[in-house]
């Protein structure tokens, strides 16, 4: 079994599209948004376990790359990829491609941390949760090259 999940399926709508021509950087993140909902979900971390526990996740760091343009009416689906978690944190990675294409437009890369929602602190995730990580655990697939990565720009490196 692998451990990388689609998450999300849509199209470009136009509402979405910049003055640039192209999907607008906020609206990657607004389709990588709804891809961790239904991650999260796929997790157990759905509106019902949310209120019967009082609890949130809360992203806490997040690195995106765009990597290939995006126009209206492009149909894209993203794939997420559980990399690693403890008992407050999780760590995971999507992937947004053309779909009838095939081709990486860009990824997401977050580590989102388990909140109390009354008292807006970290909390341990519910043994059920942690036991779905486990059932996602990565089987031996590679780690995304993508993942990690540090920003900066090559001085050395004319434009």
């Known amino acids: ?3 990388r999940h689609i998450s999300y399926r849509s199209e470009v ?4 599209i910049d003055r640039n021509g192209h999907l607008n950087v906020g609206y ?6 709804e891809a961790t ?3 999260f ?4 971390l759905d509106d019902a376990h949310r209120r019967q526990y ?10 995106a790359t765009y990597e290939r343009e995006l126009l209206e009416g492009d149909p894209f689906v993203v794939t997420t990829q559980l990399l690693e978690w403890n008992d407050r944190k999780v760590h995971y990675y999507h992937e947004m491609n053309h779909e009838s ?5 860009a990824t997401n890369e977050l580590i989102s941390l388990q909140v109390d929602t009354a008292e807006r602190r970290s909390v341990r995730f519910a043994d059920p949760i942690l036991r779905n990580f486990d059932r996602l655990r990565p089987d031996g697939e590679h ?3 993508r993942i990690g990565r540090v920003m900066g720009v090559d001085a050395r490196r004319p434009g």
Not at 41 to 44: A, P, T
Not at 54 to 63: L, P
Not at 101 to 105: R, S, V
């Open 1 to 3: 079994m692998t451990n």
């Open 28 to 33: 990657f993140m607004v389709a990588f948004d």
């Open 101 to 105: 294409e095939g081709y990486l437009a």
């Open 13 to 16: 709508p136009p509402a979405w």
């Open 54 to 63: 009082a609890v949130a996740t809360f992203t806490i760091e997040s690195h």
């Open 37 to 39: 909902t239904r991650f």
């Open 41 to 44: 979900e796929l997790c157990g």
């Open 143 to 145: 780690r995304p090259s």
